[in-house]
């Protein structure tokens, strides 16, 4: 089936960091969404995207739909100890049959 | 408002027996998805129901089926249980069918087969 690659798989960084993660895939999405999990819990939806090359911000954070469909990418600015967790990309169109493709995701560790 | 609830939050069962999972959504919302993450595998679509019906599935064998009530509350059973399905299983609700973007995950139930 579909995969998606997603790195990098972990990062380790000093808190106030910025952080910078992508996605990319064999085929075309028409949504990129990025979700972040803490332990116990089910993903949370930080970000969606909609359009080739749109840009959307979230506070601290910016994601980014590839021009060529294919890829994304989420940039955390001034990390904080909360933002701690394993972060998610996913996309979503016809080429997966609508149904949502997920990376194996990033675990992000901030060092306060 | 309430959130998606999962029950059980933990199971732990033996190979060959089945298992009933429960995901009751949102109010209000009609779609329920199922989700089995894995360190190996990650997330995987399961399947996801809208109205009752199933409306698109995941690549998994027969043995893992679902279902949906008229009150939108949905039930997933594995059955024949493998060692391989000890997993943290997720069930998402949302608006309408295909609506990622709309979609809330619950905490997810804990099956270990042992």
């Known amino acids: 089936g579909q995969q998606l690659n997603q790195s990098p798989q972990s990062m380790f960084i000093q808190e106030g960091e910025d952080v910078s993660m992508n996605c990319t895939s064999s085929?075309?999405?028409?949504?990129w969404l990025w979700y972040k999990q803490d332990p116990g819990e089910g993903p949370v939806l930080l970000i969606a995207?909609?359009?080739?090359?749109e840009l959307t911000s979230n506070g601290r954070l910016t994601a980014q739909f590839g021009i060529t469909r294919k890829d994304s990418f989420l940039n955390i600015s001034a990390s904080i100890p909360s933002d701690v967790g394993i972060y998610f990309c996913a996309g979503q169109g016809l080429s997966s049959n609508y149904k949502l493709t997920f990376g194996k995701g990033t675990l992000l560790t901030v060092n306060p | 408002k309430a959130g998606v609830t999962q029950t059980p939050r933990y199971l732990i069962k033996t190979r060959g027996q089945q298992v009933t999972l429960s995901c009751s959504p949102i109010?209000?919302?009609?779609?329920v998805s199922w989700y089995q993450q894995t360190p190996g595998q990650g997330l995987q679509f399961l399947f996801e129901?809208?109205?009752?019906?199933?409306?698109n599935k995941g690549n998994f064998p027969g043995r893992f089926s679902g279902r949906q009530f008229s009150n939108s509350r949905s039930e997933m059973n594995v059955s024949t249980l493998e060692l391989g399905d000890s997993a943290l299983y997720l069930c998402?609700?949302?608006?309408?069918?295909?609506?990622?973007?709309?979609?809330?995950f619950g905490p997810g139930t804990r099956l270990t087969v042992l």
């Open positions: 129901y809208f109205s009752e019906t199933q409306r």
């Open positions: 998402a609700s949302s608006l309408a069918a295909q609506e990622a973007d709309t979609q809330y």
């Open positions: 085929s075309i999405f028409n949504t």
């Open positions: 109010s209000g919302h009609r779609s």
């Open positions: 995207l909609y359009k080739a090359g």
